[in-house]
């Protein structure tokens, strides 16, 4: 009797189990306009508008004519387009005497950031190096004075470094520059080398002394062909920085040597006669393009470096 | 067997890790000479009254009365704490905001994060010449909004001495706040994905589980984050010397270029000296207690 | 003729003296095993042989030389990382090469040892492969080959199986037996594991807190560990531990609560018989069901949890009120709750003054 009366309820297609459960069933639907999404979307794109705001600004500014920047509002795209002052911003804007353009201190730039990045990284990864896996006496202590040191407001050591730099004959000259980027480089590279190395296992060290190499040997054999993405992180790092100073180039520098920050900031800010603005905003440009390039090529790797660098404070 | 050979004598402690010695030469040197002697030398030429040239001519705390008597100084320092306090607050806030905006798995998060970031990878000149524009009183943002019909809209932040440091805030905030959320957003990537599941299972509001559970949990990432937005306070220089060059009428100098204008421009060392120094002990009073909670803690745990 | 001899070696980091006026010799082709808990300082003893830490105090020796403040390379070992510690961008073969290099062996001298080490490890397919591309394993075996080619008279073994899975670990002990059957060089080997160390060792120093607790064979350190630490230490299940006392007249008799243990079997090593003592008897040891009342002590216990493992079972019971373990057979049938006899020969068991923790 149950059998047949089972045989009858299949038959008629109905499920007395799912009867008794109906209700949602299968994947919940879902909405990409839900209120959540439009207000998480929405203030997302306008923060985004923000910030690309001057970016915007300052390149339509950088393709008008003065005549339209006087009449126009910031903001709206250029009706003529014109690379003029891009031509003059790099080429024949004065500072002072020199009317020769950004191109001095892009060379300039170049010149210094260039010997800097490597100078700098290969004191401060060999400095990492000793002190994660030759730990000798008194090694910590120069260490922790390092990086207290990185705390210290730099205005604080300018002016004995100049009276170093001066005995040694190198102030003003492009070395002295480079000597200071890798002091104030070093705490946080050696920091990053040093944070590096130590999560390199201990033993692969004790196995490469065990196999007779030296300090040198480990290093440049066993360390640095595994460290290379540290490497690049603090090549970006050392970039940015370097490219991006401001404060050393105009104190250890002489005008004719200036790096492009420097420059920069007199063509804009100089006194004398009437304000080009778009050719400023064209240099502004130049400036930032370096590193600007060095952010978009890099990524998660820039990231990371900022990330090691923040603790530099 | 016998206890002769080679090895008999302990080879001088001196000449251990030799190799490793010659190659911390760099880091020493600088440890000790500038970091170290550095300091030390600013310190005690803060109590001489040299000017143009160091000299030893001990002259007491007179640098330091006249460093707090000077109006420019009184007025940098003022500034200092306004803008110090603001971008704390705001680079905080806004940083965490986006941070969490960003933590909501959600689409495109890769290019918000590069939008956010990239004034960072900007100098502070190149942001203070930005700025310097967009708040053109004559043909920034002001104008334009004059342009629409409000016609006694006033922003002139740059050419207003009561207001000037909060331009110089918007531009510090548009260029500094990309890192406190990458910092930010580190911290939030690093709580346990558990936490979340519990307080959903447990119907606790997100906002609520933001404030009582995340926040704290997240209490080393916010210490650290306040620390390095803190000595970048101290540091600002570029941006003010880009944006406004301390105008109008010194009405946005900052310690750190009071020191670099006594340093190299009014050939009077001592002030320069006395002003670092000032300098050194604020970074000291923040920074001090943070490394004893931070480091200090540990040693007896 | 010895072939490793440490004296009265002594390491302090600081005022922590991790390694207490250590003295062992080591005969050459010994294969020992350096036996303790995590932070015993066995690893610690291994480094400080390897020259990898300089000692505090003392001598070292390696085949009658004094290497005591000889740099690693020179002291004529060969070491095996637990974590292998292979170079990783280097190929197997670069691996195998690099020390010979540094130390400028001729070329062909190191092909010819490469050859041979690959042969023996059975590592001749995994040559030109990077670390990376091998299976813990096969790492294992190319870190042992790395000391292989040096050609040296002591290997020194850090824990070099603890990171591989219960069944490789398994394989590789036999592996590594073998070839030290084979090679019959002098093995220091530091490990955590007492099935290791039982199974290959020739002599093993069980260690705790920077001192050697007993130093002799598996057979002896198991059978009649010299204190209640080793006692407890080897075996699992660990020992029973009863306390008790001996009897009034004369010390042929010991007693825990009511129960009393004939102990005229007992081979006593010492005079001393203090009032309280600590006796000892490996669950192994015990004999359950009819079969025991044939042994020299037999009683009676409630069986409280029974623990199948397969091919034999562990029962706790109840034996004076205390927790009382045995081992029977994996087929025998027993149920909590069951009172079952059970018996052991005193003989095999230990006893320890309960002060000084030290065998009687």
Known sequence: ?313 | MSTSGNAQRRPSQLFRNLNAKVASIPMILTALLVFLGGTVWTIVYSFTNSKLLPRLKFVGLDQYERLWSAPRWLTSIENLLVYGVLSLIFSLVIGFVLAALLDQKIRFEGVFRTIFLYPFALSFVVTGLTWQWILNPDFGVQNIVRAMGWESFTFNPLYDQDIVIYGILIAGLWQGTGLIMCLMLAGLRGIDEDIWKAARVDGIPMWKTYLFIVIPMMRPVFITTLVIIASGIVRLYDLVVAQTSGGPGGASEVPAKYVYDYMFLAQNLGQGFAASTMMLLSVAIIVVPWAYLEFGGHKRG | MTSVSIRDLSLKFGALEVLKSLSIDIEDGEFLVLLGPSGCGKSTLLNCIAGLLDISGGQIFIKGRNVTWEEPKDRGIGMVFQSYALYPQMTVKGNLSFGLKTAKVPKDEIARRIARAAEVLQIEPLLERKPAQLSGGQRQRVAIGRALVRDVDVFLFDEPLSNLDAKLRAELRVEIKRLHHRLKNTMIYVTHDQIEALTLADRIAIMRNGIIQQLASPYEIYNRPVNLYVAGFMGSPGMNFLEGEFAPHGAAELSFGATKVPLDRYPFVSDERPSRVIFGIRPEHVTCGPASASEPFSTEVEIEVVEPMGADTLVWAILDGKEFRFRVDGQSEMREGDRVRIGFDPARASIFDAATELRL
């Not at chain 1, 339509?60 to 339209?68: D, Q, R």
């Not at chain 1, 210094?112 to 990864?125: D, K």
């Not at chain 1, 730099?165 to 104030?184: A, D, K, P």
């Not at chain 1, 540290?230 to 040597?257: E, H, M, R, S």
């Open chain 1, 1 to 313: 009797m149950a059998d047949i009366q089972t045989l009858n309820t299949v038959a008629a297609g109905i499920d007395p189990v799912a009867d008794r459960m109906s209700g949602p069933q299968g994947a919940r639907p879902r909405r990409a306009l839900s209120r959540r999404n439009i207000f998480l979307y929405g203030t997302l794109i306008l923060v985004a508008a923000y910030y690309l705001v001057p970016l915007y600004v300052m390149i339509v500014t950088s393709l008008k004519g003065m005549p339209e920047i006087r009449l126009g509002n910031i903001f709206s795209p250029p009706v003529e387009i014109t690379f003029e002052p891009w031509v003059k911003a790099w080429a024949t804007a004065c500072t002072g005497l020199n009317c020769d353009g950004l191109s001095r201190g892009f060379w300039n730039s170049v010149q210094i950031t260039v010997p800097s990045v490597i100078f700098s990284i290969a004191v401060a990864s060999v400095n990492g190096y000793a002190l994660a896996n030759w730990r000798f006496k008194g090694a910590d202590t120069f260490f922790t004075i390092l990086i207290v040191g990185a705390f210290i407001p730099y205005q604080v050591m300018i002016y004995p470094i100049v009276i170093l730099l001066r005995e040694i004959g190198l102030y003003g000259s492009l070395w002295g520059l480079v000597i200071v980027h890798s002091i104030f480089g070093m705490p946080i590279l050696t920091l990053l080398f040093r944070n590096y190395f130590s999560s390199v296992p201990e033993e692969l060290f004790k196995a490469a002394r065990v196999d007779g190499a030296g300090f040198w040997r480990i290093y440049f054999v066993i360390m640095l062909p595994m460290a290379l993405p540290i490497f690049v992180v603090a090549i970006i790092l050392q970039i940015t920085g370097i490219w991006n100073d401001f404060l050393f180039g105009v104190i250890y520098t002489k005008p004719d040597t200036y790096p492009m920050t420097v420059q920069l900031n007199n063509i804009v800010n100089s006194v004398q006669g009437v304000k080009e603005y778009n050719v400023n905003m064209a240099a502004t440009i130049l400036t930032g393009l370096v590193p600007l390039a060095v952010y978009f090529v890099s990524g998660k790797l820039f990231v990371r470096g900022i990330a090691a660098g923040a603790v530099k404070g």
